[in-house]
Nanobody, 128 residues
Framework: QVQLVESGGGSVQPGGSLRLSCTASGFTSSIAEMSWYRQAAGKERELVAKTRSDGTNPNYADSVKGRFAISRDDANTVSLAMSSLKLEDTATYYC??????????????????????WGQGTLVTVSS
């Protein structure tokens, strides 16, 4: 079972920085895009940033361009470095992955599944 666990959320003043991390587990290997979404109170969930399985071609929402940076730290970890934080960045941030996941058993047999998985979310609060 593929799981995503986020960490790094917290409270920060406007202009400050935070770094979120997301670690995926429960599989042998994968070819999967990893993304960060956020959802503010009373608003719909929106895409913040995404990157390919090899960490290339990052894409960002216009609202965070130049302030946020997504990176693949290793095959199973993606981070979101957030700087120059604004009040409107306050939200619960969710890690998301979508792709092909490979699972091997003790006998060496390998199977694969196309999966879309969400993390449980981590709260980022920007306030003065």
């Amino acid at each position: 079972q593929v799981q995503l666990v986020e960490s790094g959320g917290g409270s920060v003043q406007p202009g400050g920085s935070l770094r979120l991390s997301c670690t995926a587990s429960g599989f042998t290997s994968s070819i999967a895009e990893m993304s960060w979404y956020r959802q503010a109170a009373g608003k719909e969930r929106e895409l913040v940033a995404k990157t390919r399985s090899d960490g290339t071609n990052p894409n960002y929402a216009d609202s965070v361009k130049g302030r946020f940076a997504i990176s693949r730290d290793d095959a199973n970890t993606v981070s979101l470095a957030m700087s120059s934080l604004k009040l409107e960045d306050t939200a619960t941030y969710y890690c998301h992955t979508d792709g092909v996941f490979y699972f091997s058993d003790q006998g060496g047999a390998v199977c694969w599944k196309q999966l879309e998985v969400w993390g449980q979310g981590t709260l980022v609060t920007v306030s003065s």
